[in-house]
DNA sequence: ATTGCAAGTGCAATGCATTCGCATTTATAA
DNA sequence: TTATAAATGCGAATGCATTGCACTTGCAAT
C-alpha cells in the first residue's frame, strides 16, 4: 500500500459525497494499492487487468473527480502526461531519475523551511509548489 | 532586454551554424526583447505585430531548434504550454504568481546547494531540476 | 556575381493526451 | 420501490504541438 493511511480511498470518497460504484470500486483499489505514480494509460491497464471494460474516459474523469476533492495529487513531471499518487499526509518532492524514469519520493524540511523564507523575502506567501530533481545514479556509489 | 549579455542571439545562432532568415532575425529580436516567458502563440503574436506573415510552425521549429542548441530555455509552468526565455548566464528558479500569472524569476544558493546535498545522500547527480513555488501576494505587505 | 544544395518555411494534415456531448445505466436517499 | 442526480460508454471534438511535402532561401564554394 502506498502509504499507511488510516482510512482507505473508498471511505474517504464516500465520506466526500462519491458514490461507489463497480468501476469507481476497482480504479480505487488500483490506486490504493499503487506506489509509483501512474500515468491514466496505466492505471487504465491495471484496472484493466481487474475488471475489463471499463472506458479510459472513465478513468479521466475519475481522476479529476478525486483531484478536485483532493483525495489524489496531480503531477506533471517533464515527459508532459498527467500522472497520478494518492494525496500523502506530509508533502514531498521528486527524484526523476532520467536514466530509468523512476520516481523517488524525498522530503526536507530545510528546504520547505527555505523557500518559506524567500517567499516572504518577495512579499508573497506559497500557495503550493513543486521541486522536481532530474537525476542520475552516480557511479561508484 | 531579458539579460544582459555580451553576445546577442543573433550571433549566438551563427556560431551554431544555424541560418539567419529574415523571419529567424525577427523572431530572435522579439525573443531577446522579452523579459517575460512567453509561450508559443504569444511569441507568433509579438512577431506578427513586426512582421506579418510569420507561420506559427516556424516558431514552433525555431523554439526547438534554439532549445536544442541550448540558447534558450523551456519551461512548462501548471498550465501546460512550452514557455521560453533566452538562456540565462546562471540558473534560476521561478514564482508563479496564481492570481495573475506572472511570473517572476529567483536565485537561492542555499536552495541549490541543499539540492546537491540531498541528492548525494541518495547516490544521485543532479542532471536539471525544477522549483516553482505557486505564491499570491501576501496581504497589508 | 552565380550557383548548388542543405536548411528553412508555409500549409495542411497528423499525432497525442485529454475533454465533452449525449444517450443510457446505476447508486443512493426518500 | 422509486425518483433523480451522478456516473458511464462511446465517439467526436479540442488544444497544443509536430510532421510531410513542395517550395523558397541563406550562404559557402566557385
Redesign the pocket.
Known amino acids: 500500500m502506498s502509504s499507511s493511511r488510516q482510512e482507505s480511498l473508498i471511505d474517504r470518497c464516500?465520506h466526500h459525497?462519491?458514490?461507489?460504484?463497480?468501476?469507481?470500486r476497482v480504479?480505487l483499489e488500483v490506486l490504493d494499492a499503487s506506489d509509483d505514480h501512474p500515468?491514466?494509460?496505466e492505471l487504465h491497464r491495471r484496472v484493466s487487468a481487474i475488471e475489463p471494460?471499463?472506458?479510459?474516459?472513465?478513468v479521466?474523469?475519475?481522476?479529476?473527480?478525486l483531484a478536485e476533492q483532493g483525495l489524489i495529487e496531480r503531477h506533471?513531471f517533464d515527459d508532459?502526461?498527467?500522472r497520478y499518487e494518492p494525496a500523502p499526509e506530509e508533502h514531498h518532492d521528486h527524484f526523476i531519475n532520467v536514466e530509468t524514469g523512476e520516481v523517488i519520493e524525498f522530503r526536507s524540511d530545510e528546504i520547505e523551511d527555505l523557500q518559506e523564507e524567500i517567499a516572504r523575502k518577495y512579499g508573497f506567501e506559497i500557495v503550493s509548489h513543486k521541486l522536481e530533481l532530474y537525476v542520475r545514479r552516480r557511479k561508484g556509489h
Do not use: C, F, P
Open positions: 464516500k459525497g462519491l458514490r461507489i460504484t463497480g468501476q469507481r480504479i500515468d491514466v494509460e471494460g471499463v472506458n479510459i474516459a472513465t479521466y474523469r475519475t481522476m479529476n473527480k506533471q508532459g502526461r498527467l
